[in-house]
């Protein structure tokens, strides 16, 4: 009797298992659904992963910014230029900088000034301090010496938020500007302009020849921004014939006109307030000019600022405008607690 049990469970088997020697399509298609839910569930979390390991790399490269600056302000006692013009800002609209040069010459940003700072000793030496800066790359602009021009191209990742889609390989670009002033409170006797929003600010802590020291922040260090992140650094493609600015330009000003400030912004304009990037539009010369006077970011919801006391801080988008300003000052006297 168990014998032909044994007989019989094993034919019922061997029968079941030429029916099920493999999946049916349903079964294929049913997995493979299961597999497209479960990725569109951990893609977004995976992204999310990664941007948010882009956003702590780019808190800790401003966060070294600003020592950099700290470190240059004890070696010097005073922070460095924003950038270096020679020019004399008790002149009327000193900021127009004549071809002759007799009103200013394009010398190093602050961002190369703090190189030795930023333990780039080599890449320092690499420049002519006393001769001409690169501001735009442009074909119907004038460059720096050949020395400087050729600085000027080369990338610098430490100016190079991760988050932004223009810093690829070989990019030269800056997502870290000096802060020049607020663009909105009642400004400094020599607050300059050459035209419909090319404004010259000066009272930030980097702005045209600046010498400021920390006895001039009477705002108080941690109520006072210092760099500024941007997405509106003008890039190829937003202007056309591969115009663009770069991590180490000066003023755009002697010989060719139309004055912009390199690496300078103010708080102007609400964070983020305009749409497109650098790549995208024109933000240099045209658009409200949000290069030099909107911070902005590839981050969600605002960017990061670095105030006079080095530390870095998320900024909202959603910021009063007017707080804004006031923190983009260092000595305005406005009571900024709570932003």
Request: proline content about 4%; charged content about 20%; glycine content about 10%.
């Amino acid at each position: 009797m168990n014998a032909q049990r044994t007989a019989r469970f094993l034919t019922t088997a061997t029968h079941l298992n030429r029916h099920r020697h493999a999946f049916t399509l349903i079964e294929l298609l049913v997995v493979i659904a299961i597999i497209g839910v479960l990725v569109g569930l951990l893609l977004p979390a995976v992204q999310q992963a990664r941007e948010a390991a882009r956003r702590a790399s780019c808190t800790n490269k401003l966060k070294q910014l600003g020592l950099a600056l700290h470190n240059y302000a004890d070696a010097q006692s005073a922070f460095p230029a924003g950038t270096v013009m020679h020019t004399d800002r008790s002149k009327p609209n000193w900021c127009s900088f004549p071809a002759d040069g007799s009103g200013g010459v394009n010398r190093a940003p602050w961002s190369v000034l703090i190189l030795p700072q930023l333990e780039q000793d080599t890449r320092y030496n690499q420049f002519e301090l006393d001769a001409k800066f690169t501001s735009f790359a442009d074909h119907t602009d004038p460059h720096g010496s050949t020395a400087n021009h050729a600085e000027f191209l080369r990338q610098n990742p430490s100016f190079q938020c991760p988050s932004d889609p223009n810093s690829i390989s070989g990019a030269n670009n800056s997502n870290y500007f000096g802060v020049m002033g607020a663009g909105g409170i009642p400004q400094k006797p020599d607050i300059c302009n050459t035209g419909p929003d090319r404004y010259f600010f000066t009272e930030g802590i980097l702005f045209v020849d600046s010498k400021i020291r920390f006895r001039h922040i009477t705002d108080g260090a941690s109520k006072t921004y210092m760099l500024g992140e941007t997405k509106y650094q003008l890039r190829p493609g937003g202007r056309g014939n591969n115009s663009h600015f770069g991590w180490a330009s000066s003023i755009r000003s002697v010989e060719a006109g139309g004055e912009v400030t390199g690496v300078l912004v103010a708080a102007r304009w609400q964070i983020n307030s305009f749409a497109k990037d650098g790549s995208e539009a024109d933000t240099a010369f045209g658009n409200r000019m949000p290069m030099a006077g909107t911070m902005g970011s590839f981050h969600v919801g605002g960017c990061h600022v670095a105030f006079a006391d080095a530390s870095v801080r998320f900024m909202n988008d959603t910021i009063n405008l007017q707080t804004h300003r006031y923190l983009g000052s260092r000595d305005d006297g406005y009571v900024t607690d709570g932003f």
